[in-house]
């Protein structure tokens, strides 16, 4: 039991070990508010991994929970001055309890009808945040939220901002983690194989699918939340469809079903266009390219990549010795 | 009242069967591969901006429109050749994904090769407002609702009629069939490719003089397509049509009757309450699994 326990502790210290030491290896400040989004993408990404490798449940809507975390904190906090400890609460609580209204009709839904679905829950929650202006500033954005200070403790250097999303992107994987071995996880790997056989055997599959929509929208309402305090600034454009593509495709291109490949993918897409700056004009062109490419050549994402490969330099190591 | 309510429904029906046609094109490679293609919206803006481009640069405006939708065939073509058909047999999320960045690159090379500006394309035969019964249209309307109707028509001859497109629906119903009695699936699906993003250029040149046209503009066409595919009951080429036609004209009454800064969230909306009530579309052959 001990050792259980540590075990799954010590995989996302580990993680947690490497996060943080990540920033000396890096000489230019400025990575490390790049460094920040990665994490909090991470974040969303492996909430959104647990719906859709774990589940098999499709969301082109996962931005929307984003965006309301992130507005819900805003207008909390600088709108009505509530404390932040309050405006994370209302983040997290928010985008779940959404996420329980939506899914309980949506995901009756299956296959292109639930991303269709999800899709036009994403759009409207877009325009909504666009159309409200006096509640949410418009196309122009929601200006002046607070630096983030919780229990007293103001976050001021973006060093420390990192650690600590850092440090919640490791609850996040750690929480995650204990999910996916426990009943829970296995009721929903079993629903992701063949939602039929998973309902004989008993998985009241409509509760499960439910429990993990609304555990990945609360995800993302942290993400959300977090995102908020660090801009101090946040505008509609930052939530729209094309930013649940790009969580969708962190999740396929690091691997659908691990819990690494989420995180790897989120890193890899977050930095990419930093990376691609330098080609200026043709970052986006370069940014589709090497989507296709990877989605061509990758199928089973990043991480899926090695493990296979790395099975099959095993096999050959063994045959070559035997 | 009336000419008013008239009015929303022209100006409805004119952008909804632009809808229709994009959805058109979703249902014709769906049908053959079962992927949701989503460039498919691009290939309306390439339409819509090859012809501008055309069309500016001297060639007479006819030649200018043939040459768009030609060249946009080919783009439809090269897509299928260059990135559909190394992955076969690909989950369909993968494939999703494919298409997704293929939109991007298409997006992208169109905005670093014809720029970031809009821009408008000659009405067809002019710009006198026809008046009927207190509300006014223009001609382009009757040209888009005609041409529309055009193809429809076409293509459902094409699929009852001729051997070709019996084949690709055979390739639909069942694809190893189809394989053993002699067709070639792959051309067939090389076919659904060009003949969607025919379709599509079709669609983005008859709406440009209307509505103007960007780079940009593929992303919202896109998704109301799909959307319309959706409404109409995926799979079925002339429910997308009439789907397209139905959100054109909610879209049309709500921005009137409503709040026009609301005008893209009524029709899905609507979409989604319609999804909650009968989760196969509206005319949806097919009982989708419900849980």
Redesign the interface.
Known sequence: MLRAISKSLLVPAVFLGLLLVLPFLLSNEYYVSVLILCCINAIIAAGLNLLMGYAGQISLGHAAFYGLGAYATAVATATFGLPMELGLVIAVGGSALVALIIGIPTLKLTGHYLAMATLGFGLVVFIFFNETISLTGGPSGFVGIPRLSLFGVTVQSDLSYYYLVATALALVIFISRNLIDSRFGRALKALHTSEKAAQIAGVDIARYKLMVFVLSAAFAGLAGFLYAHYLTFIAPSSFGFLYSVELLTMVVLGGMATLWGSVVGAFFLTSLPEFLRVFENIEILLFGAILVVCMMFLPQGIVGGITSLAGRLKSRKEESDG | MFSSYLQYLISGLTVGATYGLTGLGFTIIFNTTGI?NFAQGEFVMLGGMLAVFLYASGIPLPLALLGAIVATTIVGALMERL?IR??KG??S??LI??T??????I???V??TLGKDTFALPHFSGETPIALAGASFMPQSVWILAITGLILAALRYFFKRTLFGKAMLACSFDRKAAYLVGVSVERMVLFSFMLSAFVGAVGGIILAPLTLTSYDRG?MLG?KG??AC?LGG?GNPFGAAAGGLIIGVLESFGAGLI?S??K??FA??V??LL??VK???LFGRAQ????
């Not at chain 2, 997704?100 to 690159?105: K, T």
């Not at chain 2, 989708?288 to 849980?291: A, I, N, P, Q």
């Open positions: 949701i990135t190394p992955v690909g989950s999320i993968q994904i494919i997704i960045g293929v939109s991007i690159v997006r992208g090379i905005m670093l992303i998704l799909f959307a959706i995926l709040s800064g609301y893209d969230a899905f909306i979409l989604l999804l909650f989760p196969s579309g989708v699994k419900r849980v």
